[in-house]
C-alpha cells in the first residue's frame, strides 16, 4: 500500500519541474538538473515497484527461507540500501566524488549477486523447497538487485547535473573460443581488435589448444594488416566467476556450448556455425579455407558490435 503515496509525491515532483521549465525557459546548469531531477523520478518510482514486487512474493511464500537463504537476502539488501542511500546523499549534496565512489560498489554487488544465484541453485537440488517458493526467492533476490542498479542510475544523475559528464559508450569484453585456438579464434580477435578498439576488449582460448598457431594463420594475418605478433595458442582455463566478467562468450563451431560447465547469469553464450581449419592442408588449401572463413567471421562480428554498440561501433 505504501506504493501509493510514492506515486502521487513522483508526480507532484513532475508536475514542478514541468512548471519550472514552462515558466523560465532554463539552460546549462539548471536544465541538466531539471532533466536530472526527472529521470531521477523514475528510478524512484522504480524501486518503489520493487518494493511492491518483493513484498508480494513474500506473501505467496509457503515457508521462510532458510538459513542460508535469509542470510543471502541480508547481505544482499544491505549492499543495495548502503549504495541506494550513499546515491541520494550525492544528488541532494551535488557531490560529484561521492556520486563517482558509490558507482563503484555496484561491482561488489554483481559479485554478491553470483554468489546468492548459486546459493539458490544448490537449494533447488536438495528438493527440500517447492518450485514455488525458488523462484519467488529468485524474482526477491533480482528486485534487491535492481535497486542497485537504479543506484548506480542516480549516481549517473548526479554527474550529468553537477559536471555535465554523460554516460559513457559501453566497453564489450568479449571471448571468442574454439577447439585450438591456433586459426579461427584467433583471426576473430584480430579482425575485432582491428574493426572495433573503442567498441570491446578481445580474447580468445581453446578448450584444447595447440602448441602454436597454424603456419598459414600467421601469413594470413600478416597480409591483412592484423596484428598477430604475440598471439599464441592460449587454454580456456577461466573460473566461473572470471568468466563473469565476460558480457559476450562466442563458440566458433558447433557444440562449443558443451565445453563450458556453466555460463555466467549475465554472460550471453553464441555459437556460430564455422568449421576448423585442418592443421594437415598444404598451404593453398589452407589459405583458400580460411578466406572462407574470414568472410563469416567479419560478417558476424560486424553484426554483433551493432547490436552491442549500434551502427556507428568503432
Known sequence: MGDKPINREIRAIDKLCFGFIA?????????????????????????????????????????????????????????????????????????????????????????????????????????????RDLFATLVIFNRIGRVA???????????????????????????????????????????????????GVYRSAAWAPTEQLLPATEVFMDARGLDGDSFSPKKLDFTVEELADFHVIVGLGKGSRAHFEEIPFHTVFLEWDLDPIPGDLDAERSTALMEEAFRKLKHSIRELMETLRGEEAS
Open 149 to 199: 542498479d537504479q543506484a548506480k542510475n542516480i549516481c549517473e544523475d548526479t554527474l550529468f547535473a553537477v559536471a555535465g559528464e554523460t554516460k559513457g559508450e559501453k566497453v564489450y569484453h568479449i571471448l571468442f573460443v574454439d577447439e585450438r585456438n591456433d586459426a579461427l579464434s584467433q583471426l576473430a580477435e584480430a579482425f575485432a581488435r582491428k574493426a572495433y578498439p573503442d567498441s
Open 23 to 131: 515558466r523560465h525557459l532554463p539552460s546549462a546548469g539548471h536544465l541538466r538538473f531539471v532533466s536530472s531531477v526527472l529521470r531521477l523520478d523514475v528510478e524512484l518510482e522504480r524501486i518503489g515497484d520493487y518494493a511492491v514486487a518483493i513484498a508480494r512474493e513474500t506473501l505467496q511464500l509457503e515457508t521462510a527461507p532458510s538459513d542460508s537463504v535469509a542470510s543471502d537476502i541480508q547481505l544482499i539488501a544491505d549492499q543495495a540500501q548502503r549504495m541506494f542511500r550513499q546515491a541520494m546523499v550525492s544528488f541532494n549534496t551535488q557531490n560529484p566524488e561521492l556520486a563517482r565512489g558509490t558507482k563503484g560498489m555496484a561491482s561488489q554487488i554483481e559479485s554478491t549477486y553470483q554468489k546468492v544465484f548459486r546459493d539458490l541453485l544448490r537449494e533447488g537440488d536438495k528438493g527440500t523447497r517447492s518450485i
